[in-house]
């Protein structure tokens, strides 16, 4: 059976070669002389070795001080590591989060989210993936991330929604087509045109604008895709707010007045779990910015 052996006798034997004896190292230490001694003894007996010559009055290390002695340092050093490591983790001064976010959101909110976020928490590493909500919910319950940023289409039991913020669903449509200049739209004004069918376009479904669905023919998940058809003039098409690319110049967002629908983006992550400490940390600083101060 392997002995028991405490760490601060290492300690001990190492401030005593350090500072040249037993006096030196108990000053330093703080400690008795005796009990200092005695500590040393009783890891010799656990040991079965004597780590220093009797008498001579100099603290002389046995040939199999010597062997252990290296070790000890190697020991004392790896646990002060481990120690600092797990404090600055819990302390949320370093460690790793994985975040997963729809698109619009990772190209739209999360840069400048990102950037305070560094500013708070420098030596946290962030991995930050995108992917249509139905990925994003497949890694959150997957473990391949703890956080996710996304509209929960379905409820899931394993899955914890907390609310961020609401996105109005509008149409697009090339600046020179005849909804372009309008305000506000009613559904009845996009029955005449093509309409294209997108990822969000499930939005519409359970409302009066799902009519429009069952008469398009033309779907695209790709925003690229989409995009380039949309400058095309081939049609319009339905998206949330956030997922309208403002850099396009040729395309304009109307919000859709009538129905009046909205995608509900929130924070994800797996129900009854604890989250790492980087993640709490970026938990907290999403609700802060973004929605209601955190309850965990």
């Not at 006798?9 to 004896?21: C, E, S």
């Not at 909205?262 to 802060?288: C, F, K, T, V």
Request: charged residues 20%.
């Amino acid at each position: 059976m392997l002995p028991d052996l405490k760490l601060a006798p290492m300690r001990y034997v190492l401030a005593i070669l350090d500072t040249g004896g037993f006096h030196a190292a108990a000053r330093q230490l703080h400690r008795s002389q005796p009990a200092i001694s005695m500590a040393i003894r009783d890891l010799e007996e656990r040991l079965g070795q004597p780590l220093f010559e009797k008498g001579g009055g100099k603290a002389q290390l046995t040939p199999f001080g010597h062997w252990c002695v290296p070790r000890f340092r190697e020991l004392v050093a790896h646990h002060d590591r481990v120690c600092r490591d797990a404090l600055a983790i819990a302390r949320q001064q370093h460690g790793r989060v994985d975040i997963a976010a729809v698109p619009s959101v990772a190209s739209r909110l999360m840069p400048s989210l990102l950037a305070g976020f560094l500013q708070r928490y420098p030596g946290i590493d962030i991995s930050l993936q995108d992917g249509h909500s139905e990925r994003v919910n497949d890694m959150v319950l997957k473990g391949d991330v703890e956080l996710g940023i996304t509209s929960l289409w379905l409820p899931d039991e394993a899955l914890s929604f907390e609310a961020l913020l609401h996105d109005d669903i509008g149409v697009v449509c090339r600046d020179d087509h005849p909804l372009a200049q309008q305000t506000a739209l009613h559904w009845r004004a996009l029955k005449p045109y093509t309409l294209i069918r997108n990822g969000t376009s499930r939005l519409l479904e359970g409302s009066p604008a799902a009519e429009l669905l069952s008469h398009s023919t033309l779907y695209i998940s790709n925003m690229i895709s989409l995009t380039a058809m949309l400058e095309a003039g081939i049609g319009v098409t339905t998206l949330p707010r956030l997922a309208f690319q403002e850099e396009h110049e040729r395309l304009r967002f109307i919000p859709l007045a009538t129905p009046h629908l909205e995608r509900q983006i929130g924070l994800l992550l797996r129900s009854g779990l604890s989250l790492s400490p980087a993640a709490d940390a970026m938990y907290r600083y999403l609700m802060a910015q973004l929605g209601t101060p955190a309850k965990r």
